[in-house]
């Protein structure tokens, strides 16, 4: 199969990595590799894996449709290519999220013929052999020294978290062979003391096997692993070289970065995707009936060999559930479509196995799933989505609409139509519909800038637990020896801050200066013997002085507190919480007004357009052709309808007989004072369920209202210390997008602030608190941050942009709002909370609206406000 244009790209930076990460530091590989690769906002700073530090680790980036599994059978070849010390075949180990994926991965890589073996047969000359992971015993040291093996599994079957429970961690007598008469490794697994065979000795396990020969890793849909792929799995495998392949990269290195438009280009995906949302789920269903028929007549008509395909995804069989799969297979029979074209996709019923949907003869035209079909099913026939479930559910919805964007043999069809997917979905509004699918194709990586966002947010909240990547400039010179070190007698910290690289008379020893100063003491002792006149232990002290001096006052062991709002209530003194200024205000249902201003029934479809175009993903409005005729035939009574919406929208703070009566009253004066049938309503109650539930998020928001006037007014809260207290100390501040400019903070209470561009008014702000005498330190508050700080709403809490501690020991609070913003009514009501918060401290506490409006000298505004 010929590569696509960003494929080649893709494997073309693969080729230098691997080949510079021979003989060059692997971040010195990484820089030069994504010159080639084109990663964009996906570029950053070389992370090695803490326990592989010494293994080349990346990971090519393509959206859903980019062809991530043919390859990673191409990244095979280029990886051993450049292995110095392998064998004349590798080993890859290809691991995958889910036991369909992998099935589904096997058979491919096993079949003549197919492209994903074809490219493992033209790198081994034809030598190659494909094996499952039950079917491991069956190798012996010679099948492995006369062609190249691919072991496909899932993660689960290497997790080290139970690894007695693992069978490829067990003891096996048929991999004696690979044992015997070798020099084994001392940190190899090892039998229990208890083993029946070969009590304590190292166990002959299938791991073990891996441990020795070094295999290549690919890691198929690494989204799935953040979590699933330990790197104490890793450092058992030891292997020679990791890659990764996925839409969604969390904490990967990015040597390449496909966008949707490439693939578009390409004529790999459907795009536009045309999204319909229907007030009800039957009328989902019938227009996706239709328009799968519709796309089959246009297939018919230009002689296309496409059967078109829908998927619908069902809800789940729990008690209330309306369009569970019975039913949805019901309907679709009673509107004529015939039962052996239907097939039903669950954990239980597997009506897919073993069927060719691509054999001209195969009747499937309807798929029914819930969630089973949301990895490891692949077939570009499916043309229509439809979502009878809740599509805020952005897992099932982001991996099942995935099924229908691959194009049909990657090749654009001459009728338009068959170029585009299409989504029909219910359960939230239309403008909710359209966001949440662009959020969906966000996800799946079809936007650069808002993907860019979310990956930095993940591998920071990841960084917290992993070990630094080391800066360039390094901190401490490397330590050059004559001849390899022999490190296996160190400590295990000792070896893991440390990296060889080179061979023969030219091998650098790498300090990672991130290891602690205990560590990097054992460090200097382990290698003064070995080094001769390169001592490293005057450099190493020195680095440990210049880190001390540098170090922020959260790294040397200090703590400040900002006080919050409290109030006593039950005799106990809280923090105010929204659900305070509730209780404050009487909140209460009972007798409350039950109309529902505004609320109206519509039966119409509204359509989208939704489209990529420049890297972003761009919606607008499409016009629907379909009509919807259904017959009511409910029996439904005031009642039934009343204990279905108390139901499906109950609330946690109002009880359950009294929410039950205002349900009643709501439909009662929808149908005897606004003339609405309850057989309609019945039909949209989906509809009625939202408008309640925003009638008594408004009313709600009323009562938190009249709660703040108390709190601001007639109730005098106190200042809340000790415990309701927010201390700011180390292991308390995890930066989701830490600031990654060029300015050198110094009085930042934590290493690196979150969130802060070189430019703009918030960042002017950051630098005069920086730079002011009175300021002891300061911090980037955290929106919703585990540890953050924050004041309460009347709907809500708000987190302020800056808190700091000043010389005087006072603390400032600061909100930064622009110009546009500043008579907002959200914004003035925070700024009464922080003005009644100074008030109530005697200024101790030092609250401070920052407004762009106001004069453009940031210091001396901040300088007027400290002052006053």
Request: net charge negative.
């Amino acid at each position: 199969m010929q590569l696509k244009k960003y494929q080649r790209r893709a494997l073309d930076a693969l080729d230098i990595f691997l080949s510079e990460a021979v003989t060059k530091p692997h971040g010195v590989a990484y820089n030069i590799a994504c010159k080639v690769g084109d990663p964009g906002f996906y570029a950053s700073i070389y992370e090695p894996l803490g326990y592989l530090r010494s293994v080349p680790y990346c990971c090519l980036r393509l959206p859903t449709g980019g062809g991530k599994t043919l390859l990673g059978a191409h990244a095979i070849g280029i990886a051993h290519k450049h292995r110095v010390d392998g064998p004349q075949y590798p080993v890859a180990l290809w691991l995958v999220p889910s036991t369909t994926i992998a099935d589904q991965t096997l058979g491919a890589l096993k079949t003549p013929g197919h492209p994903y073996r074809a490219a493992l047969e033209t790198a081994f000359g034809g030598n190659v052999r494909v094996l499952g992971i039950d079917e491991r015993r069956q190798i012996t040291p010679q099948d492995l020294a006369t062609a190249a093996h691919v072991f496909v599994a899932t993660v689960q079957a290497f997790r080290v978290a139970q690894a007695a429970q693992r069978n490829v961690y067990k003891d096996d007598e048929n991999y004696e062979p690979f044992f015997k008469g070798r020099v084994l490794p001392d940190d190899m697994m090892r039998n229990t003391e208890d083993a029946v065979v070969r009590p304590g000795e190292t166990s002959c396990s299938f791991a073990n096997i891996m441990r020795l020969v070094r295999p290549i890793m690919i890691v198929d849909e690494a989204h799935n692993f953040v979590t699933g792929l330990s790197e104490t799995t890793g450092a058992r495998l030891n292997p020679s070289a990791i890659i990764e392949f996925t839409a969604t990269p969390v904490r990967s290195n990015v040597i390449v970065s496909a966008t949707a438009d490439e693939l578009k280009a390409e004529q790999m995906i459907k795009l536009p995707i045309h999204l319909t949302q229907h007030t009800g789920w039957e009328s989902a269903i019938v227009h996706a009936l239709q328009q799968r028929a519709s796309l089959a007549t246009v297939a018919r008509a230009a002689n296309e060999p496409i059967r078109p395909i829908a998927l619908y995804q069902a809800r789940a069989a729990t008690v209330g559930a309306e369009a569970t799969v019975d039913v949805v297979k019901a309907t679709l029979v009673a509107h004529g479509v015939a039962e052996n074209s239907i097939a039903i996709a669950t954990g239980t019923q597997r009506e897919l196995a073993g069927i060719d949907l691509f054999d001209p003869a195969c009747p499937i035209e309807h798929i029914i799933t819930v969630e089973a079909l949301r990895e490891g099913w692949d077939c570009s026939f499916a043309y229509v989505f439809c979502s009878v479930a809740n599509i805020q559910s952005s897992t099932a919805v982001e991996q099942l609409l995935g099924r229908v964007l691959r194009m049909p043999f990657a090749k654009r069809r001459t009728t338009e139509e068959l170029n585009r997917a299409y989504a029909h979905v219910t359960g939230v509004g239309f403008h909710a519909a359209a966001n949440k699918l662009k959020d969906t194709l966000v996800a799946m990586g079809f936007d650069e800038r808002t993907a860019r966002d979310e990956i930095i947010a993940q591998q920071v909240s990841d960084a917290a637990a992993a070990v630094l990547p080391m800066p360039i400039p390094m901190a401490i010179p490397p330590v050059v020896l004559s001849a390899r070190p022999d490190l296996a007698a160190l400590p295990p910290e000792v070896r893991d801050a440390v990296s060889v690289i080179g061979e023969g008379e030219g091998v650098s020893v790498i300090i990672n200066p991130d290891a602690s100063d205990e560590v990097l003491a054992l460090v200097g002792e382990a290698l003064a013997s070995l080094a001769g006149d390169q001592d490293p232990r005057p450099a190493i002290a020195a680095h440990v002085e210049r880190r001390q001096a540098a170090a922020t006052p959260s790294q040397q062991g200090a703590s400040f507190t900002v006080p919050g709002l409290a109030l006593e209530q039950h005799g106990e003194l809280d923090l105010v919480y929204p659900d305070t200024l509730l209780d404050l205000s009487g909140w209460t249902l009972d007798g409350v007004d039950p109309s529902l201003p505004g609320f109206q029934l519509s039966e119409t479809t509204d359509t989208v357009v939704v489209d990529v175009n420049d890297g972003q993903v761009r919606i607008s409005r499409a016009s629907s052709q379909m009509t919807l005729q259904l017959e009511d035939e409910t029996l439904w009574t005031v009642g039934d309808l009343s204990r279905w919406l108390d139901g499906m929208t109950r609330q946690v703070d109002v009880s359950q007989p009294i929410f039950l009566e205002f349900c009643r009253r709501v439909v009662t004066r929808l149908v005897d004072q606004r003339g609405m049938s309850l057989a309609a309503l019945v039909r949209a109650k989906d509809v009625l369920k939202r408008a309640i539930a925003m009638r008594v998020s408004e009313l709600r928001m009323a009562a938190g209202g009249r709660g703040m006037q108390l709190l601001l007014g007639d109730i005098t809260p106190a200042l809340g210390l000790g415990d309701n207290a927010f201390m700011f100390a180390d292991g308390r501040y995890f930066p989701p997008r830490p600031y990654a400019g060029s300015y050198t903070w110094q009085k930042h209470f934590f290493p690196r602030p979150d969130d802060l561009k070189d430019a703009g008014e918030e960042f002017r702000c950051a630098v005069a608190l920086d730079s002011h005498p009175s300021v002891r330190h300061w911090v980037r508050n955290i929106v919703r941050g585990p540890h953050a700080y924050w004041l309460p709403t009347s709907t809500d809490r708000f987190y302020p942009d800056f808190v700091a501690e000043l010389i005087d020991g006072r603390t400032m609070v600061i909100e930064y709002k622009g110009a546009h913003l500043i008579h907002d009514p959200d914004t003035l009501e925070k700024a009464n909370v922080g003005a009644r918060l100074q008030e109530i401290s005697k200024r101790k506490v030092v609250f401070w609206m920052a407004e762009r409006s106001k004069a453009p000298d940031f210091t001396l505004r901040l300088n007027a406000v400290i002052c006053a």
